[in-house]
């Protein structure tokens, strides 16, 4: 059993910045991702991470604005956000498993934060 715990949401202007953590506890797979909802949208890929290599996997709407990270010691990953766009308001999630954009290729899944960019 693994469980996640999503923390740093909030509200935020267009432009500026915002990171998540999401700190995990129990036997974790290969990776860690990011996913994310909007209203009235499916859930979506935003980043992957892999716990061993630090290879990581961005979806081409945050490259080059997001930054996945993570920290072995203290079993967390973290989403940094840059210039962040209204586009960019969702529910947030982490989630454990494979590393792919794919949602059935994760197992486990926080509890989601907020995003809210204003315009």
């Known amino acids: 059993q693994v469980q996640l715990v999503e923390s740093g949401g909030g509200l935020v202007q267009a432009g500026g910045s915002l990171r998540l953590s999401c700190a995990a506890s129990?036997?974790?797979?290969?990776?860690m991702g990011w996913f994310r909802q909007a209203p009235g949208k499916e859930r979506a890929f935003v980043a992957a991470i892999s716990w061993s290599t630090g290879n990581t996997y961005y979806a081409d709407s945050v490259k080059g604005r997001f930054t996945i990270s993570r920290d072995n010691a203290k079993n967390t990953v973290y989403l940094q956000m840059n210039n962040l766009k209204p586009a960019d308001t969702a529910v947030y999630y982490c989630?454990?498993?494979?590393?792919?954009?794919?949602?059935?290729?994760?197992?486990?899944w926080g509890q989601g934060t907020q995003v809210t960019v204003s315009s």
């Open positions: 989630a454990d498993g494979l590393g792919t954009a794919l949602i059935s290729d994760y197992y486990y």
């Open positions: 129990g036997r974790t797979s290969s990776s």
